[in-house]
């Protein structure tokens, strides 16, 4: 940053600095320089407002590189889990969970979502499904297994039509398992993790997803039995354990703030994680304004927080119009309202100071 120091008439040389004698001066200096001229000087400094000047330049370094920090970040660690991806409103939407190998809506199709096994698809707008051809191409291309991708029932036959004419224009073979999964259903990912579907409200058909951790618990009536006796019990083709559910991680889309009224949805709202989406920030635009389009308003996540149980929520789907300085000051005032962690996903956005 420059720092103009042309207003700064009142600061004379002092004497200290010998400009006019030679560089090489043919006799040591022997001139003592008393302590009032040290003081004329700072005094000098102080009153030019030269040392603000250089505070405020260090304090927006400071933010700079703050900011710039946020920029690079690739992901953010979680309640275990380790979340990236990128989610612009308007733009591109794909978030990735490495743990459960899968992405949520596909963007773009973004290089790191092509490791993933499973994709699953809230809703049709592109901005969330226009790289699904490419991201099932790409995992053709380097041998990987074909993908399962998750969708809305509504919208199934409209995704195999649209993957049937990019397979005809581009003669490629497009292998996929697209799996119509509806409201209320459950699809086993592996032996220990399942996922389910819950309502949400957008413009067009959408749902979010629930990824629940599985586990077993041995049933009340055997608490009291000894190693041996279970054991015995098991051999015999009894049924000693509950399976139990657990909410890990929970997926919103675009939405409007109405999933969280839902009694039906409360596993999303006490999974570890809601990852859910925070369109519009300021009073730019109205609460109306964001459910007319299908979006939350952040204002109406503060309004609700007596039903979020989660541990941590993770807002997604800003405006581009908003920079980073303008998330974090509306992510604080969230946070000063909820008990979870509350974080921001940044990628793609800009400092005001860049």
């Known amino acids: 940053m420059q720092i103009s120091l042309s207003n700064y008439s009142a600061f004379k040389t002092s004497p200290i600095f010998p400009f006019q004698q030679p560089i090489f001066s043919p006799k040591p200096l022997t001139q003592k320089i008393s302590v009032q001229t040290h003081v004329n000087v700072v005094n000098a400094i102080k009153g030019s407002g030269f040392l603000s000047e250089i505070s405020r330049a260090i304090d927006q370094e400071e933010q700079y590189r703050i ?31 490495p743990e459960f190998k899968c992405a949520f809506d596909i963007g773009r199709c973004p290089t790191r979502a092509i490791q993933q096994n499973f994709v699953f698809i809230t809703h049709a707008h592109l901005d969330h499904i226009g790289g699904l051809p490419m991201y099932i191409a790409s995992r053709g291309l380097y041998n990987l297994k074909p993908p399962t991708v998750f969708v809305p029932p509504s919208i199934k036959e409209d995704v195999e039509e649209l993957l049937d004419i990019h397979r005809t224009m581009g003669q490629v073979e497009l292998n996929v398992e697209l799996v119509a999964l509806d409201i209320g259903e459950t699809y086993e990912m592996r032996s220990n993790l399942v996922v389910r579907p819950f309502r949400t409200q957008h413009v067009i058909p959408s749902q979010g997803y629930v990824v629940y951790s599985v586990r077993k618990k041995l049933k009340k009536q055997y608490s009291h039995l000894k190693g041996k006796q279970i054991e015995k019990l098991k051999k015999s083709g009894v049924e000693i354990t509950d399976v139990i559910l657990a909410p890990e991680v929970a997926f919103t889309g675009d939405t409007t703030p109405e999933f969280m009224l839902d009694p039906r949805n409360a596993d999303a709202l006490r999974a570890k994680v809601l990852i859910t989406e925070a369109t519009f920030l300021d009073e730019s635009f109205s609460v109306d304004h964001a459910r007319q389009h299908g979006h939350t308003h952040i204002s109406e996540i503060i309004e609700n927080v007596q039903w979020i149980r989660n541990k941590a929520v993770l807002l997604t789907h800003f405006s581009s119009r908003y920079s980073l300085e303008d998330i974090r000051q509306a992510v604080s005032k969230l946070q000063s309202k909820l008990s979870a962690k509350v974080v921001p996903l940044t990628e793609g956005f800009k400092s005001q100071y860049s």
Not at 76 to 94: A, M, P, R
């Open 67 to 97: 900011a710039r920090s946020q920029v690079n970040r690739k992901g953010v660690d979680l309640e275990g889990f380790t979340i990236e991806g990128v989610s612009i409103g308007g733009q591109e939407t794909c978030i990735i969970i």
